[in-house]
């Protein structure tokens, strides 16, 4: 399986010498982790070839649905699990480790995963792959001292999200969540629009 790791470091003005940041130094990263065979895989990863986007709506039977839910809640259990490994001094090769382990011993594939770090902030997106169920998720963690500015970056981004589930239901229209969280002391982030639990 092949793991993503995006590292960006912030630095405040003091902390920038002569002008110019340090450089960061490459960290070490575990080779490719082996996946049992009795684990169920996508059908990407004998093929190498990446899925198409489907180009009409899935419409879902019973067991379908309790599949995408039964993802959805172990993508989120490995997500939090993965929160309580940020620690200084742990690496994301460590937490990626670890993730990778919790997956396989629930029976899932690990479709993707991808730390972005920026320090002293970790967002975890934690993505597995159940009876033919993706399940995708992703969360933000602090790591050592963070700063005011972040802390409330973070409180408002949760209170969004939770103001947009709650108004979430059948018949809902997306464009609702937008109207409901545009306006929250910050910028909203176009580029990270979907996550979701779909088949494959």
Known sequence: MCFWFLVV?????????????????????????????????????????????????QIHDKKGIESMRASGRLAARVREYAGTLVKPGVTTDEIDEAIHNKIIENGAYVSLKCLLLVNPKSNI?????????????????????????AKKLFQVTKESLEKAISICGPGFEYKKIGKTIHGRLFTNCNWFLEKGDNTI
């Open 125 to 149: 997106d934690a993505t597995v792959y159940l009876n033919g169920y993706r399940g995708d998720t992703s969360a933000t963690f602090f790591c050592g001292d963070v700063d005011e500015k």
């Open 9 to 57: 470091e912030e630095r405040n003005e003091d902390e920038v010498i002569d002008g110019n940041r340090k450089r960061l130094k490459p960290g070490n990263v575990s080779p490719r982790r082996p996946v049992p065979f009795n684990i169920n895989k996508p059908p990407y990863v004998e093929s190498f070839t990446v899925p198409g986007i489907s180009s009409g709506l």
